[in-house]
């Protein structure tokens, strides 16, 4: 596998006939890990999922590439198989689909018919990583995302992540909801997943998270765009001082968007 | 009603009765109900306009089909729903009207079971048979479908299961329609004398395209004192046979009936299945799948009617509907005076699938008892589009998230039917009606 990268350009998204990405540039190569930072409502979320190809969101400029190809062609499931992956803040629930029979769908969705992977290799990949996430085995069978808490679920977001093993992850607030062992054991999965063919993208209220998964780069968004961009000193005086210096120096309003 | 276009008379109804060597008891009960079938209205499911379906026009009111001699002849559809237990044991293979294959095994016969087809039971075991058909659970003169039912019956099984007799092996009865010509008038009668126990599992399996075709099926199950009867059903007949299928129990004291349906038919289909909890102690479950697709209008009504006290009645339905299938699910439990200390439950759900596609569920609940107990819930929705997203997010395509996200819709009804065999079936025909 080759390193991939992943081209957002002059990017502009609405929802409901209301602009939220008001011009997003930036690009992601394997092997490099990205932090968004920024306060409420100012399009992070929004990103993620016009990325990902949300029915809710709607691209009214610009264009993202994957590897040269246009992505916003793609169908969902396409620019998964693609190499993209997105860990959702608020993962759908499942009725009567076992978590595991949902992953094993996912895994030979990427191979060919007739190729399918066999239900004990499946198992042993899908163990494994349970154990690294420490995750109780019984999680496999359980309905997807069905009753799950906050924590099993962003546990269940990383499962699928390590399990799946995409080229690019978008990780949208992965920490929200997590006590610090949880984040550390959500960390360490992560983490397991870096090397030259895979690049992340966080996105994060807390500088919390880059403790344990330290950024390359550093990406501050307000009002729709990317403001500033540093490396992992950029988050942590962020941590320090909050964002008003940022606004200060670019003279903007104490406006968010909606 | 004078409109009414028959495609038999009078003498169709005698010369088939004759060639069978029916008894005069059959032909007469054949001629009464053809006389009034003219006069009685249809039946009137709740909120489906069925006064324009086909229900008399035919090809022919019987087909001679040649007769299957060895199990491997069947068609493939037909083989793979042969469970392992009944393969070589108990099973009726019958060819659009035609007798074929009949696997009673010698400890049943020891036993005294009677299992065989529909005239062979009224030549050979008449007397038996007279007390159950069309006499205690079903009415000839119900309605116009009752009556047309018995004028015309031309196939089905018995199946009689003496006092203490418990049988484990699943008995199984495959129709297989195959003739475009073919309409089918089954009557099925399972009677389980006290403290027997029996499992019973049929399938209607369409291989032809028909342009016009007709199935009329009524079942009686009549479950004596402390007696278990589970009763399994696939229906998959084709497009453009119109199908009216009423599946009726009784219970005597203590007794217990379980039904496993399956309703799959593609072409437009009313169902009623109604369990009248008589004796005392008595108990009925019904559990129901259904997919429908194509134009395919569909009614479905669940009843179970608590006489007894102390009667338990449970139905839990769930329905997929794709492209511009509609369907009425009615479902009612009624408690009727003095059967105090009852429990009448039902839960249905629609998921549609397409704009185009209608569900409705309708939980009706009639109490004329005061120390009873009731529930019922019902909810008709669409696919949450949400979910196609999150599963798409994660490659499977749209086709596959939707067969998930169906499958995961049916699987509480599914995973909890008691019969393996139907359950394993259901899954195949759920696939592939789904996929298509």
Redesign the interface.
């Known amino acids: 596998m080759s390193q991939s990268t992943l081209t957002i350009k002059n990017l502009h998204v609405s929802i409901d006939g209301k602009e939220i990405l008001k011009g997003v540039n930036l690009e992601i190569k394997g092997g490099e890990f990205h932090a968004i930072m920024g306060p409420n409502g100012t399009g992070k979320s929004t990103l993620s999922s016009a990325i990902m190809g949300h029915p809710k969101y709607e691209v009214t400029e610009g264009s993202i590439t994957f590897d040269g190809e246009d992505v916003l062609e793609m169908e969902v499931d396409e620019r998964a198989r693609a190499g993209l992956f997105l860990a959702m803040q608020y993962p759908s629930e499942i009725t009567g689909v076992t978590n595991a029979e949902f992953l094993r769908s996912a895994v030979n969705a990427r191979r060919e018919e007739g190729d399918e992977i066999s239900l004990m290799k499946f198992i042993r990949k899908m163990d494994a990583n349970m154990d690294v996430l420490e995750m109780d085995q019984d999680m496999a069978q359980r309905y997807l995302n069905e009753g799950f808490s906050g924590g099993e679920k962003k546990r269940n977001e990383i499962l699928q992540l390590m399990t799946i093993q995409p080229k690019i992850a978008i990780l949208d607030e992965i920490d929200s909801g997590l006590d610090i062992d949880a984040l550390k054991v959500v960390s360490k999965g992560i983490n397991n997943m870096r090397g030259e063919d895979f690049g992340c993208l966080m996105i994060t209220h807390y500088q919390r998270l880059l403790n344990y998964i330290t950024p390359d780069y550093v990406h501050v968004m307000m009002q729709g765009k990317i403001v500033k961009s540093g490396g992992a000193e950029l988050a942590e005086r962020l941590e320090a001082e909050g964002y008003d210096w940022i606004k200060q120096e670019l003279g903007i309003e104490d406006e968010t968007v909606q | 009603m004078t409109e009414t276009k028959w495609s038999v008379d009078e003498s169709a109804i005698r010369d088939f009765s004759a060639a069978n060597n029916e008894p005069e008891w059959l032909l007469s009960l054949r001629l009464d109900a053809f006389n009034k079938a003219a006069d009685l209205p249809l039946p009137k499911p709740d909120k489906t306009k069925i006064d324009k379906w086909n229900f008399t026009e035919f090809g022919a009111h019987t087909v001679k089909s040649a007769a299957y001699t060895e199990l491997t002849q069947l068609p493939q559809s037909a083989q793979a729903v042969i469970g392992e237990e009944t393969a070589s044991q108990n099973i009726y293979i019958q060819r659009n009207n035609t007798p074929s294959i009949l696997n009673v095994s010698d400890e049943l016969k020891e036993a005294g079971v009677i299992f065989t087809d529909f005239s062979t039971a009224a030549r050979e075991h008449s007397d038996v048979f007279q007390k159950f058909f069309m006499q205690q659970v079903v009415k000839a003169d119900e309605h116009q479908l009752t009556a047309l039912h018995a004028a015309l019956v031309n196939g089905g099984v018995f199946l009689y299961v003496p006092k203490n007799v418990e049988i484990k092996e699943p008995i199984q009865a495959v129709f297989i329609h195959d003739d475009a010509q073919a309409a089918l008038f089954n009557h099925v009668v399972v009677a389980a004398d006290a403290n027997s126990k029996v499992t019973y599992v049929e399938n209607y399996i369409s291989t032809v395209k028909t342009e016009q075709g007709v199935a009329n099926i009524i079942t009686e199950v009549i479950a004596g004192d402390n007696a278990q009867v589970s009763y399994g059903a696939v229906d998959t007949l084709a497009e453009n046979v119109t199908t009216y299928v009423n599946r009726r129990g009784i219970t005597s004291p203590n007794a217990r009936i379980d039904w496993s349906l399956g309703i799959m038919n593609d072409g437009n289909t009313v169902s009623e299945n109604v369990t009248n909890l008589i004796g005392d102690g008595s108990f009925a479950d019904t559990k129901m799948v259904v997919v429908g697709r194509g134009k395919q209008s569909l009614n479905f009504t669940t009843k179970v009617v608590h006489f007894g006290k102390h009667t338990e009645g449970y139905i839990l339905k769930h329905g997929v509907m794709k492209d511009e299938a509609k369907s009425i699910f009615n479902g009612i439990g009624k408690i009727e005076h003095g059967a105090s200390k009852s429990n009448a439950e039902q839960e249905s759900r629609v998921l549609m699938l397409s704009e185009k596609a209608r569900g409705d569920a309708n939980p009706i609940l009639l109490i004329d008892e005061d120390d009873v107990t009731a529930g019922h819930a019902a909810s008709v929705g669409r696919v ?4 196609l ?10 086709q ?2 939707e067969r ?2 169906i ?6 009804v599914v995973n909890n039917l008691p019969i393996e065999n139907v359950k394993k079936q259901l899954t195949g025909v759920i696939e592939r009606k789904v996929r298509q």
Not at chain 2, 384 to 387: F, T
Not at chain 2, 389 to 398: A, E, N, P
């Open positions: 949450d589009p949400l979910q997203y999150y599963l798409m997010s994660r490659g499977i395509t749209k596959e998230a998930l996200v499958h995961g819709f049916l699987a509480p």
